[in-house]
């Protein structure tokens, strides 16, 4: 099984429509990310959160709500669909020991591919 | 501000040719360079990375990168590109936000593999 699970996969959606990205990881990492993937343009962040009461907006949050439900799952909303958020979204993990180090790494789930009509 | 720039938006190659994917950055302090591979319906597996010492990487499948301050460069080679190597590479920078480092991503570089 993956350690970074993002559902659903595929999600096609209308304008105006409410529509929630879900994650969970396996990891027992306290961080989580939630980027968004558009082509030419690479991974932008768009929310970020330490730990279950330390959430953070990103580059490109406007648009975007989060909730961070236990340290395993970090979901993102879309409260009002619109066309220009049609894009792949990525949920990443990582742990914060690598903070003594430097040494951090995020590691990724295999994406949601969100259409929005 | 960091960034990082990947000057090749799509590159096409015949299996078996050694190529060199560019990535360079623009960072005030000592940067942590990771290489990541998206291939055709996957997430992100980080391919290598760099943090501090010998300025040659190894990454999985015989993939190395060397880190090169004076150009700022941390470039790709693949030796030989298997049909397999047919992804999007993304080239990152982690930049420290308060006492966390985040990353910023390049554009991505497409690579096509002809038989």
């Known amino acids: 099984d993956a350690d970074v699970t993002q559902t659903p996969r595929n999600r096609i959606t209308k304008t105006g429509k409410r529509i929630m990205l879900e994650c969970s990881q396996t990891?027992?990492?306290?961080?989580m990310y939630w980027y968004r993937q558009d082509p030419g343009l690479g991974l932008r962040l768009i929310y970020y959160?330490?730990?279950?009461?330390?959430?953070n907006k990103g580059e490109i949050s406007d648009g975007y709500s989060v909730s961070r439900q236990a340290q395993a799952k970090f979901s993102l909303s879309l409260e009002s669909a619109i066309p220009n958020q049609t894009a792949l979204y990525f949920c990443?993990?990582?742990?914060?020991?690598?903070?003594?180090?430097?040494?951090?790494?995020?590691?990724f789930g295999a994406g949601t591919r969100l259409s929005v009509l | 501000a960091q960034s990082v720039t990947q000057p090749d938006i799509h590159i096409t190659v015949s299996e078996g040719a050694s190529l060199e994917l560019r990535c360079n950055y623009s960072?005030?302090?000592?940067?942590?360079l990771f290489w990541y591979v998206q291939s055709p319906g996957q997430g992100l597996q980080l391919l290598l990375k760099?943090?501090?010492?010998?300025?040659l990487v190894q990454g999985i499948k015989g993939f190395e990168a060397e880190f090169k301050r004076s150009q700022s460069s941390f470039n790709l080679r693949i030796p030989s590109v298997h049909w397999s190597d047919a992804a999007e590479y993304f080239c990152?920078?982690?930049?420290?936000?308060?006492?966390?480092?985040?990353?910023?991503f390049g554009s991505g570089t497409q690579l096509t593999v002809l038989p």
């Open positions: 960072y005030g302090a000592t940067p942590y």
């Open positions: 990443a993990t990582s742990d914060s020991s690598g903070d003594r180090t430097g040494k951090n790494i995020q590691y």
């Open positions: 990152a920078v982690g930049f420290l936000s308060g006492s966390a480092r985040q990353l910023t």
């Open positions: 760099y943090f501090s010492g010998d300025t």
């Open positions: 990891k027992g990492h306290d961080r």
């Open positions: 959160s330490f730990d279950v009461k330390d959430i």
